[in-house]
């Protein structure tokens, strides 16, 4: 059970930092864009564009603080809930005589057993997920390559290393 939680915990985690990141470089890209117009505003529109740049990283450490209590308030339910499964399973154990107590001990086991079968069907599940995501990404660099467009820029336009886009190429081959 905690492996689970962790688990969902982790994929929010990271999948709030993909978005983060995604925010920063649409901030970044606006922030350079302001800067090439800033070369024909006056001193006071200068002073403007710096104003509503604060307003935007304001809005974005907003953003992320208001992520980061929404994980944490999932992270305690579920702890809250891992601890209210604890307490019945605790109850339930302590119902049953000494003569059923073999017959808990194995239904533990089913569920235990149970509960790795669906741990197993969820890494299948995102490693074909991960593999279709990949593949996808290695059609698209092998189709951007054949155009004669240059790794760096491949790398630039789908969002990754150039070691990565290289890593994709060899596979392929």
Do not use: C, W
């Not at 970044?28 to 529109?45: H, L």
């Not at 200068?46 to 603080?65: R, V």
């Not at 944490?72 to 049953?96: C, R, T, V």
């Amino acid at each position: 059970m905690y492996f689970v939680s962790i688990i969902i915990g982790l994929i929010l985690v990271i999948s709030s930092l993909f978005m983060i990141r995604r925010e920063f470089n649409k901030a970044v890209n606006s922030q350079a864009q302001m800067i090439e117009q800033s070369r024909v505003y006056k001193d006071a529109d200068l002073f403007q564009l710096l104003e509503n740049l604060q307003l935007s990283i304001d809005e974005m450490n907003t953003a992320f603080y208001d992520i980061a209590q929404d994980l944490e308030g999932k992270y305690s339910l579920h702890e809250k809930e891992i601890e209210d499964l604890n307490k019945a399973l605790f109850q339930l154990q302590h119902h049953f005589s000494e003569k059923t107590a073999p017959t808990v001990n194995a239904i533990e086991q089913n569920i235990k057993v149970m509960a790795q079968i669906k741990e197993q069907k969820k890494d299948i599940e995102i490693t074909r997920e991960i593999h279709e995501e990949k593949t996808d990404k290695r059609s698209e660099i092998i189709r951007l390559r054949s155009r004669g467009i240059p790794i760096a820029q491949i790398a630039k336009d789908l969002d990754m290393g150039v070691g990565e886009v290289q890593l994709l190429m060899r596979l392929k081959q």
